[in-house]
């Protein structure tokens, strides 16, 4: 039998787009709901990466400075978050380290050190070092000609962090439904197999699942998923090391003690949950410039699509032509460092505010094609 029901907001999606949404809402008076098809975290959301680092520092633009202000109020939110849930989400501004390899590199990393002065306004810094004074952590024939070390990069252990959001918004009188999967969406409200549920405004937040929501409105092209692969390290010694970025590798120390390392980047995929040789291609990479790795054992490998637009941009705000939906998606690899700036300005337009975004992070509708 349907059940229908009222409330302000209902989310589609409980990974860390969805919760953050959810999260801004119920801090603005607004009853929510959120609708997640499997459990909290298990989209991509759900894993072991969680860096939370910046664009280089060059070329200023309006996505930068959006990104820079999340990183920079991150702190305060995760410290709220851990606050009302009772629960860590391993959110700690570590830093990071990024190998220089040659003469180019190190021209651009000097000339970013004068615009991180610029453009960070004092609130973090780029600096050059030896590479002697990372031994510990990263070899020094993988770092030539020295090591950028910055400051303002952080991380988080993602599946903690959506599941520390799931426990604040209860505490906050969110209502949370797992196994309620939405098959349809129409004017101010959804329908799945456990019936119809009504609400003054719909954010759908369902990652790579959202795209084909969205194709009434924008279309079949809309979005994609874009396969991630990445592991999870124990029985390293890097409790005090920074993340490190070299060779299209993230070694992301997390607050337990192990790291993460990854990811793989796979346009095209049959099983978006299967790990196989291109993890173990990262992980040698990820060995041969971080010693306390070599050693260290594989205790998880790990799988997801990363929802990804046409451009590599978030996809947020309401979604042309249709009635009382919002969109929250877009994340594509930058989507947990800035999920709870997102989520302000999704519940901002859902309560009547005009928040700021970036101009190319509002959902449009695509050109026509000449
Ligand atoms: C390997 C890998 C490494 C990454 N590393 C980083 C990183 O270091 N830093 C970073 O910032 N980002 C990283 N990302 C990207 C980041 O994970 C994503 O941008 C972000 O998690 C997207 O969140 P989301 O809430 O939009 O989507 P998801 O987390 O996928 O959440 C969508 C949720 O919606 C649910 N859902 C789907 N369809 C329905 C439906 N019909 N009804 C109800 N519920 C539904 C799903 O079950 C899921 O739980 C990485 C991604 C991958 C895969």
């Not at 039998?1 to 409980?14: C, E, H, K, L, Y």
């Not at 949404?21 to 991509?44: D, F, H, M």
């Not at 851990?82 to 629960?87: A, D, I, L, P, T």
């Not at 651009?108 to 070092?129: C, E, L, N, P």
């Given at each position: ?14 990974g860390i787009f969805?919760?953050s ?24 959301s ?116 959506c ?173 947990i460092?800035?999920s ?31």
């Open positions: 039998m349907a059940t229908v029901n009222t409330r302000d907001v209902i989310v589609i999606g409980g969805g919760l949404c959810a999260w801004s809402c119920l801090k603005r008076g607004l009853s929510v709901t959120v609708l997640e098809g499997n459990y909290i975290g298990s989209g991509a759900g894993g072991v990466m969680g860096a939370m680092s910046p664009n280089v520092p060059e070329r200023w633009n309006d996505k930068k400075q959006f990104q820079l202000d999340a990183l920079l109020s991150a702190a305060e939110h995760w410290a709220e978050v851990e606050e009302v849930s009772g629960k860590s989400t391993g959110y700690g501004r570590i830093g990071r380290l990024i190998p220089v390899m040659d003469e180019h590199g190190l021209g651009h990393a000097q000339k970013r050190a004068v615009d991180a002065s610029t453009f960070w306004q004092g609130k973090a810094t780029w600096t050059i070092r030896e590479a002697e004074d990372y031994a510990p952590w990263i070899d020094p024939d993988a770092a030539p000609l020295g090591v950028v070390h910055e400051n303002l990069s952080a991380r988080i252990f993602p599946l903690a962090a599941l520390a959001l799931a426990r604040a918004i209860e505490a906050k009188g969110g209502e949370i439904l797992e196994g309620w999967r939405v098959t349809e969406i129409g004017d101010h409200e959804v329908s799945g197999v456990s019936g119809t549920l009504k609400a003054g405004a719909v954010i759908l937040s369902a990652g790579a699942e959202s795209f084909p929501f969205l194709e009434p409105f924008l279309g079949p092209d809309a979005g994609f998923g874009v396969k991630g692969q990445a592991a999870l390290l124990t029985g390293a010694d890097m409790a005090s090391a920074p993340t490190i970025f070299a060779n299209h590798t993230y070694i992301i120390p997390h607050a337990d003690g192990k790291v993460a390392v990854g990811s793989t980047t796979e346009n095209t995929w049959d099983d978006p949950r299967s790990t196989d040789e291109r993890l173990n291609e990262v992980i040698i990479r990820a060995r041969a410039i971080s010693p306390p790795l070599r050693d260290a054992r594989v205790a998880l490998r790990w799988a997801n699509l990363r929802p990804r637009g046409k451009k590599p941009d978030p996809m947020l705000g309401r979604v042309p032509g249709a009635e009382g939906l919002y969109l929250a998606t877009g994340g594509f690899k930058i989507g460092g800035i709870h700036a997102v989520g302000e300005a999704l519940a901002g337009m859902v309560a009547g505010e005009t928040p700021y975004l970036p101009e190319k992070f509002f959902v449009r509708l695509p050109k026509p094609k000449a």
